[in-house]
């Protein structure tokens, strides 16, 4: 399951100056991939996954709407470097 910001133009601009803007109203996509296990520790890990469902979401309420949706908990979430995600 990979959870991602949308890029705006103020994210653009902000990124020429050096800093990060903080967007309560931030959209996302979300998206849940299915792997073959014998392919996630290499570099072709992505040869045969299958998007299993996605959706975009307008700010952190409706996010939070389609992970209930999709029985998900934010707490069930964890760093990207401490998850089984190839990406």
């Keep these: 399951m990979d959870?991602?910001?949308?890029?705006?133009?103020?994210?653009?601009?902000?990124?020429?100056?050096?800093?990060?803007?903080?967007?309560a109203d931030r959209d996302f996509r979300l998206e849940h991939w299915e792997y073959d296990s014998e392919r996630i520790e290499g570099f072709d890990y992505d040869i045969g996954a299958?998007?299993?469902?996605?959706?975009?979401?307008?700010g952190e309420?409706?996010?939070?709407?389609?992970?209930?949706d999709w029985q998900l908990s934010p707490r069930q979430f964890v760093y990207p470097w401490d998850s089984e995600d190839p990406k």
């Design 61 to 68: 309420s409706e996010l939070t709407t389609v992970l209930a």
């Design 3 to 23: 959870i991602a910001p949308r890029q705006s133009p103020r994210d653009s601009e902000a990124h020429k100056h050096g800093w990060v803007p903080s967007a």
């Design 50 to 58: 299958v998007l299993v469902a996605s959706a975009d979401a307008a």
